[in-house]
């Protein structure tokens, strides 16, 4: 990928819009995230507006409406970015119930399922591999403890990444992203 002045220009937005936010259960500023994605996604596919997507993908789930809309999305990065952005997005529900964690969970799994584009299918794959690696990395700080800054138990959690894997498998991806999203996996699976 060539750097451009949409990539910047995706960088700034991001790195505006996520300011004062942070992992969960961290003091790591939050656009460490979406910038570890874009990254990650250059190793399976060489496309600016795969980058641009993993820079962009939490901006429609994470931050306010009445800060940053789809239809600021569109101004800025055009219809083909936001529909990147949104097969990888959930849904907006602020109840922090159970049910409400589920049917999220599942639009999401929706979405992967019915897309055919690539391109959000590798970032989404790449989105979980770095949770994955945080959770894990989490995990040798803070032990079981790690489990608590989720809405979510260990094992829903879990079964969500599976499901994501499971989705992303019926699709024609890298194989070697898929055999690293498993390894991942594996070892958060292990963490007992």
């Not at 505006?16 to 003091?27: A, P, V, Y």
């Not at 790591?28 to 980058?51: C, G, M, N, R, W």
């Not at 879990?158 to 070697?176: G, H």
Request: aromatic letters at 10%; proline letters at 4%; glycine letters at 4%.
């Amino acid at each position: 990928m060539v750097y451009s002045e949409k990539v910047n220009k995706a960088i700034k937005i991001a790195t505006q819009l996520h300011d004062g936010q942070f992992r969960r259960g961290s003091t790591i500023p939050y656009i460490a995230h979406p910038f570890a994605v874009a990254l990650l996604t250059q190793k399976y596919i060489d496309s600016e507006d795969v980058f641009i997507g993993g820079v962009l993908h939490d901006i429609l789930e994470d931050v306010p409406k009445r800060i940053y809309t789809a239809k600021d999305l569109v101004e800025d990065f055009g219809y083909d970015i936001l529909n990147i952005v949104q097969t990888v997005s959930e849904p907006n529900i602020t109840t922090p119930t159970q049910e409400a964690w589920r049917a999220r969970k599942y639009a999401y799994l929706s979405n992967i399922q019915n897309s055919n584009d690539i391109r959000p299918l590798i970032i989404s794959a790449c989105d979980k591999m770095h949770n994955m690696g945080e959770l894990a990395y989490g995990y040798e700080e803070h032990g079981e403890s790690i489990w608590t800054y989720f809405a979510a138990k260990r094992e829903r959690e879990i079964w969500f990444y599976e499901s994501v894997l499971d989705a992303l498998k019926t699709k024609i991806l890298p194989v070697d992203m898929l055999e690293e999203y498993e390894r991942r996996l594996e070892k958060l699976k292990s963490l007992q």
